[in-house]
């Protein structure tokens, strides 16, 4: 007879800034740039308590391109962390990383989509993954915490390893309701 295989782990909602912080750490990502976001507010704090990583505080999403390209040229890899209304700041900047071929990791929370209260959040939400791609980014989404956690390794890898430009989406239902 056998017996029953243990069940995988579960993690809730709550963990899953911290399994990602866990990730992009082994992933030796060293820098972080991000205009202030809720959706973000636990990964963020984790990378600015974190002596080993410079965190970089935005005026506007497209600077973080840039910041990205600087951090690859200098030997360090970096994480993009950024709203999806953010991303129609960066169209034009987001050439440099496909002209310069370096790695682009950038994790996007989304807006305008489930439940959504802002109707000026909705246009751009529709837009963001159409956006990245005709930019030539490889667009990733993630519904659940599971799918997030395996879907950032991936990413990771992709990014940093075969040297790709990637945004991994953060769907709205798993960030949750936002209300004012």
């Known amino acids: 007879m056998h017996s029953p295989q243990p069940k995988p782990e579960t993690r809730t909602s709550d963990d899953w800034p ?23 507010s636990q990964l963020i704090r984790l990378f600015s308590a974190d002596r080993d990583v410079t965190t970089n505080v935005l005026t506007t999403e497209e600077e973080s391109i ?8 200098g030997g360090q890899r970096s994480v993009v962390l950024m709203q999806s209304s953010g991303v129609g ?23 305008g989509e489930w439940a959504e209260f802002n109707p000026w959040q909705v246009p751009m939400g ?9 930019m030539g980014i490889r667009v990733m989404r993630a519904e659940t915490p599971h799918d997030l956690i395996e ?18 989406l953060l769907s709205q239902r798993l960030l949750g309701r936002k209300t004012w």
Not at 89 to 110: D, E, Y
Not at 126 to 134: D, Y
Not at 152 to 168: D, H, R, S, T
């Open 18 to 40: 911290s399994e990602l912080y866990r990730i992009l750490k082994a992933a030796d990502v060293r820098q972080m740039s991000y205009v202030p976001d809720a959706g973000h």
């Open 66 to 73: 840039a910041i990205a390209a600087g951090a690859w040229l």
């Open 89 to 111: 700041n960066c169209i034009n900047m987001l050439s440099l990383s496909a002209i310069g071929r370096f790695p682009l990791l950038m994790l996007v929370t989304m807006r």
């Open 126 to 134: 529709l837009a963001t993954a159409p956006v990245l791609a005709a």
């Open 151 to 168: 879907t950032v390794e991936a990413a990771a890898v992709l990014a940093f390893e075969a040297e790709q430009q990637v945004a991994v």
